[in-house]
């Protein structure tokens, strides 16, 4: 059964930085693309970065481009968003997923909130 688990949330002060993992299970992970997503209260959820299956090709949201980066260890069935320069309106609940995103596949995410 395909399951990702995200880790890696905390509590930052704007401008300080973070690394989400997503460890995934259940499927040949190489095969797959995969994107983060983020969901803040009372918004929707959003796309944030995505990356080919080899890690070739990345694509970024506008609000975090520049400043985040996704990456994949696909010996270690994981994938990575590195935040750097955080703000107080990244603060949200982030999952990982395939790319495009399956509903099944949700996690439960791990929460990054920018505070001073």
């Known amino acids: 059964q395909l399951q990702f688990v995200e880790s890696g949330g905390g509590s930052v002060q704007p401008g300080g930085s973070l690394r989400l993992s997503c460890a995934a299970s259940?499927?040949?992970?190489?095969?797959?693309?995969m994107s983060w997503h983020r969901q803040a209260p009372g918004k929707e959820r959003e796309l944030v970065a995505a990356?080919?299956?080899?890690?070739?090709?990345?694509e970024y949201a506008d609000s975090v481009k520049g400043r985040f980066t996704i990456s994949r260890d696909n010996t270690k069935s994981t994938v990575y968003l590195q935040m750097n320069s955080l703000k107080p309106e990244d603060t949200a609940v982030y999952f990982c997923?395939?790319?495009?995103?399956?509903?099944?596949?949700w996690g439960q995410g791990t929460q990054v909130t920018v505070s001073s």
């Open positions: 997923n395939t790319n495009p995103s399956v509903r099944a596949y």
């Open positions: 259940g499927f040949t992970f190489r095969r797959l693309p």
């Open positions: 990356i080919s299956n080899t890690g070739d090709f990345t």
